[in-house]
Protein backbone atom coordinates (compact mmCIF):
# COMPACT_ATOMS: atom_id res chain seq x y z
CA UNK A 1 0.00 0.00 0.00
CA UNK A 2 0.80 3.33 -0.44
CA UNK A 3 -1.51 6.00 0.84
CA UNK A 4 -0.93 8.93 -0.72
CA UNK A 5 -2.38 12.45 0.52
CA UNK A 6 -2.37 15.56 -0.89
CA UNK A 7 -2.22 19.13 0.01
CA UNK A 8 -1.64 22.61 -1.19
CA UNK A 9 -5.12 22.85 -3.01
CA UNK A 10 -6.84 26.50 -3.32
CA UNK A 11 -8.40 29.81 -4.53
CA UNK A 12 -6.29 31.92 -6.90
CA UNK A 13 -6.11 34.33 -9.59
CA UNK A 14 -5.44 33.50 -13.27
CA UNK A 15 -1.87 34.17 -13.29
CA UNK A 16 -1.00 33.42 -9.67
CA UNK A 17 0.93 29.85 -8.64
CA UNK A 18 0.70 27.20 -6.63
CA UNK A 19 2.59 24.06 -5.35
CA UNK A 20 0.76 21.39 -4.56
CA UNK A 21 2.21 18.50 -2.38
CA UNK A 22 1.84 14.68 -2.44
CA UNK A 23 2.97 13.10 0.95
CA UNK A 24 3.08 9.30 0.54
CA UNK A 25 4.16 6.37 3.36
CA UNK A 26 6.26 3.65 2.91
CA UNK A 27 9.38 2.66 1.38
CA UNK A 28 7.76 1.60 -1.67
CA UNK A 29 7.36 5.49 -2.59
CA UNK A 30 10.78 5.61 -3.70
CA UNK A 31 10.30 2.56 -6.37
CA UNK A 32 6.84 3.75 -7.35
CA UNK A 33 6.76 6.34 -10.81
CA UNK A 34 4.62 9.12 -9.78
CA UNK A 35 1.93 11.39 -11.18
CA UNK A 36 -0.49 13.85 -11.36
CA UNK A 37 -3.78 13.82 -12.22
CA UNK A 38 -7.27 16.39 -12.88
CA UNK A 39 -10.48 16.02 -13.15
CA UNK A 40 -12.19 19.05 -13.88
CA UNK A 41 -16.32 20.20 -13.19
CA UNK A 42 -18.12 17.69 -15.40
CA UNK A 43 -15.33 16.76 -17.09
CA UNK A 44 -13.11 13.13 -17.32
CA UNK A 45 -10.12 12.62 -15.09
CA UNK A 46 -7.31 13.54 -17.58
CA UNK A 47 -3.19 13.30 -16.94
CA UNK A 48 -1.12 16.41 -16.23
CA UNK A 49 2.66 15.13 -15.39
CA UNK A 50 4.62 12.34 -14.53
CA UNK A 51 7.72 11.32 -13.06
CA UNK A 52 10.01 8.54 -12.93
CA UNK A 53 11.50 6.60 -9.81
CA UNK A 54 14.45 8.62 -9.49
CA UNK A 55 12.91 11.81 -10.61
CA UNK A 56 15.51 12.11 -13.60
CA UNK A 57 12.74 12.20 -16.66
CA UNK A 58 9.12 14.11 -16.92
CA UNK A 59 6.53 14.13 -19.11
CA UNK A 60 3.60 16.78 -19.62
CA UNK A 61 0.47 17.01 -21.00
CA UNK A 62 0.64 19.94 -23.68
CA UNK A 63 -1.96 21.91 -22.13
CA UNK A 64 0.41 22.73 -18.92
CA UNK A 65 4.17 22.07 -20.74
CA UNK A 66 6.04 25.27 -19.28
CA UNK A 67 3.62 26.26 -16.94
CA UNK A 68 3.89 23.19 -14.50
CA UNK A 69 6.61 21.26 -13.18
CA UNK A 70 6.83 18.31 -11.43
CA UNK A 71 8.96 16.91 -8.62
CA UNK A 72 9.80 14.90 -6.21
CA UNK A 73 12.15 14.42 -2.98
CA UNK A 74 12.38 10.48 -2.19
CA UNK A 75 14.07 10.99 0.78
CA UNK A 76 10.40 13.08 1.97
CA UNK A 77 8.67 10.36 0.37
CA UNK A 78 6.34 13.38 -1.42
CA UNK A 79 5.92 14.49 -4.91
CA UNK A 80 5.47 18.36 -5.88
CA UNK A 81 3.46 20.01 -8.76
CA UNK A 82 4.63 23.47 -8.92
CA UNK A 83 1.79 25.48 -11.07
CA UNK A 84 2.56 28.60 -12.68
CA UNK A 85 0.27 31.31 -14.74
CA UNK A 86 -2.47 29.58 -13.94
CA UNK A 87 -5.57 29.79 -16.02
CA UNK A 88 -9.50 29.06 -15.20
CA UNK A 89 -8.87 25.87 -17.63
CA UNK A 90 -6.66 24.80 -14.35
CA UNK A 91 -9.66 24.61 -12.05
CA UNK A 92 -10.04 21.07 -11.66
CA UNK A 93 -9.83 18.32 -8.29
CA UNK A 94 -5.89 17.65 -8.48
CA UNK A 95 -4.91 14.03 -7.75
CA UNK A 96 -1.59 12.22 -7.21
CA UNK A 97 -1.02 8.50 -8.28
CA UNK A 98 1.45 5.97 -7.83
CA UNK A 99 2.24 2.86 -10.05
CA UNK A 100 5.18 0.32 -11.51
CA UNK A 101 4.20 1.45 -14.94
CA UNK A 102 7.03 4.25 -16.16
CA UNK A 103 5.74 7.70 -17.03
CA UNK A 104 2.25 6.27 -17.86
CA UNK A 105 -0.72 8.83 -19.39
CA UNK A 106 -2.88 6.72 -18.50
CA UNK A 107 -5.45 6.09 -15.08
CA UNK A 108 -4.81 2.41 -15.76
CA UNK A 109 -1.08 2.56 -15.44
CA UNK A 110 -1.54 3.60 -11.77
CA UNK A 111 -2.69 1.51 -8.96
CA UNK A 112 -2.78 3.82 -5.84
CA UNK A 113 -4.67 7.28 -5.43
CA UNK A 114 -5.09 9.62 -3.60
CA UNK A 115 -8.35 12.08 -2.65
CA UNK A 116 -7.46 14.65 -4.37
CA UNK A 117 -6.96 18.98 -3.54
CA UNK A 118 -9.25 21.30 -5.83
CA UNK A 119 -7.78 24.12 -7.12
CA UNK A 120 -10.18 27.43 -8.24
CA UNK A 121 -8.43 30.03 -10.43
CA UNK A 122 -11.25 33.13 -10.86
CA UNK A 123 -10.35 35.20 -13.86
Known amino acids: QVPLVESGGGLVQAGDSLRLSCAASGRTFRSASMAWFRQGPGKEREFVAAITRSGGTTNYADSVKGRFTISRDNARNTLYLQMNSLEPEDTAVYYC????????????????WGQGTPVTVSS
Open 97 to 112: AAGSYVLGLEIKDYAY
